[in-house]
């Protein structure tokens, strides 16, 4: 067998057979449209861990009663291999969309995983249907780059908003297992929206709160928290920010006249997760990146959010109608 298999068999069928004719047409296709070539676990190896696995659901919260969910699967390959800032890639169904999703936890011990998901569209709303013991079809993971902790970071915020506080959780832990302080920033518009306050109060060195309503913590948005720790506290090593484009693109702004180090976690459309389909692209530094094998994190304040706004933008209609078209379906029958 190759090396290197770009799609996973499941990808494409349950029995496609990994051929070198595949893998030379593979690297034939990257080098004439310059994608880059996987250099962390390859596409085989994921497979090779994954395959003929069951991923099953062992346990399913709703969080935000139909809207945002937290599904704890059963994937221990993953589980073992994951680090904090890895994404998964599921299938609910063999002609169903391919979703990522960031990996919000991992319990290497017990062979799980923890994802996050907000209700948008058809996929979400099918995944959503999905009760405590039923099975994932597919589960490839874990895909990107992990996140860079350092042991000498100092002081490290984590900024988190909507489903990003999932995400973010990930990173956090991973940045206070490593000996680093951890202050974590959280918004939400009202305090029955936030989420992993809780969970993150269990190892972080302080959470700080903002609501756009003032229900919880300090009326007003994270950017505004964020300014004022930057004014009066020193050894900052770096600021994190996972959430909605908008809050990363204000965090990023928020930070830069202080200088200090400022990573964004990317959730680009993504397709296949590993560079081919071109997608999930983005411009940082003038240059073309793919989220899904050169981030998701990058250097945020290098990041063109307006370009990645306007691509995110792109399906949006499309999106909710196939949403409010399966909702329908569903009442009619």
């Known amino acids: 067998m190759p090396p290197e298999v770009v799609y996973p068999p499941r990808c494409m069928s349950h029995t496609a057979p990994a051929t070198n004719c595949y893998a030379k047409e593979n690297a034939q296709l990257r080098a004439a449209f310059h994608w880059p070539s996987p250099t962390r676990t390859s596409a085989w190896d994921i497979t090779r861990m994954n395959a003929d696995k069951t991923f099953t659901i062992l346990d399913k919260e709703q ?30 169904a063999e002609k169903g969309e391919r979703i990522p ?73 991973g940045h206070h297992r490593a000996g680093n302080k951890v202050v974590a920033v959280i918004g939400a518009r009202s305090k029955d929206l936030l989420l992993f306050e809780r969970e993150l109060g269990q190892f972080c060195d302080k959470v700080l709160i903002a609501t756009n309503d003032g229900s919880a913590g300090v009326q007003g948005f994270v950017t505004g928290v964020l300014q004022d720790y930057l004014e009066n506290e020193s050894d900052i090593g770096e600021v994190v920010a996972v959430g909605p484009v908008p809050m990363m693109a204000a965090v990023a702004e928020t930070t830069r006249p202080f200088e200090v180090k ?63 078209h399966y909702c329908k379906c569903k009442c009619d029958d």
């Open 63 to 92: 969080l935000i009663p139909g809207q945002t969910s937290k599904l704890v699967v059963s994937a221990p390959q993953i589980a073992l291999k994951a680090k904090p800032g890895n994404f998964v890639i599921l299938r609910i």
């Open 101 to 173: 999703l960031t990996i919000a936890d991992t319990d290497p011990e017990a062979g799980t995983i923890t994802m996050v998901y907000l209700v948008m569209g058809k996929s979400t709303a099918m995944l959503d249907e999905l009760d405590k013991g039923d099975e994932i079809l597919d589960l490839c993971g874990p895909l990107g780059k992990p996140t860079h902790i350092s042991t000498e970071a100092g002081t490290v915020v984590c900024v988190g908003g909507g489903t990003g506080v999932a995400a973010m959780h990930h990173i956090a832990k």
């Open 262 to 324: 400022t990573t964004v976690s990317l959730n680009s459309i993504m397709l296949d997760g590993i560079g081919m389909c071109g997608a999930c692209r983005v411009t940082v530094a003038g240059d073309t990146r793919f989220a899904c094998v050169d981030g998701p994190e990058f250097d945020g304040h290098e990041v063109d959010f307006t370009e990645l706004s306007n691509r995110l933008a792109a399906f949006k209609t499309m999106e909710q109608a196939a949403h409010d």
